[in-house]
């Protein structure tokens, strides 16, 4: 089905489409289940909508059925026609429903790829990642087009007093602790929509990340602009990301840690937590005190 729609917007035969749930950006690459783009290969990227269009072979069979359906011996004929007609201009509209939106990869060679999505919000937040991606080639980010979700961040383990934390890539925005408590006074439990709950925190517990004197810059930057792509609603968690990133860019530790102490509550709200990356997540808590 999705060809034949290639086929009917006049698709050429440097055009192909990627049919995928999810694909990952790292680094350089572009990571789909049978397909592997370079970043540097992409010359453009568009965006549009598709316009539903009908076979003229279709559009016939179904006035052929119509005109059958007011004839007396060809009554039966006809309404077989029309029925399955209808059950067939369903199928092509609900595919389009789902499909309607494109992003194209046109490559240095000439090629375009064609990936479609459902809602042109979702589309227009992948095009901010891969534009920040164009930028930032440390950025790792998972596009789950099934679920229109973008999650920023490789899998993460932070090492605790007798403590094994291991945040992984979030799923369905639901992240569970593997935490297995060995005589430690640290119990952690299920942390639902970035929101924490039954945590109990000893004093004997103590977290081994603790902050340097210098930070990995490039890292801090790289996630905040992710982060800053991921934000659409000028509210004050953006204002604070868009703050702290410029003291990153700077390159500026106090102006940097100011910044976070002073939004703390912008860099710890669900907000910023689910836009950005388990590494930098681990930044900001260090910084503000807060053992996980």
Sequence with gaps: MYNEWLKLIGGKKNEEEIVTERFFIK?????????????????????????????????????????????????????????????????????????????????????????????????????????TAFNHKIIYSEINIAEQKIIHGDHHIIYGDKANLNMGIQQGNIINSNNHDEHSSTTIGEIKDSTFHDSIIGNENKQENTLKDDYDWSMIEASLVASLAS???????????????????????????????????????????????????????NLLGVVM
């Design 27 to 131: 680094e350089n690459i572009l990571h789909f289940d049978k397909l592997t783009i370079q970043l540097s290969n992409i010359s453009k990227l568009y965006v549009g909508t598709r316009k539903i269009k009908i076979p003229p072979l279709a559009m016939v069979i179904v006035l052929l059925g119509l005109i059958l359906l007011f004839t007396d011996f060809f009554r039966e004929v006809g309404l077989v026609l029309t029925v399955l007609s209808g059950i067939y201009f369903y199928s092509i509209y609900q595919s389009y429903q789902s499909t309607k939106e494109y992003l194209v990869f046109e490559l240095n060679s000439g090629d375009n790829y064609y990936l479609y999505f459902k809602e042109s919000t979702f589309l227009k937040q992948v095009r901010n990642a891969l534009e």
């Design 231 to 285: 934000l659409h609603a000028n509210d004050s968690v953006k204002k604070a990301v868009a703050e702290g990133l410029q003291a990153a860019q700077e390159k500026n530790k106090e102006k940097f840690e100011q910044t976070v102490r002073k939004n703390r509550k912008e860099f710890l709200s669900d907000i910023f937590i689910n836009t950005t990356s388990n590494v930098f997540s681990q930044v900001i808590f």
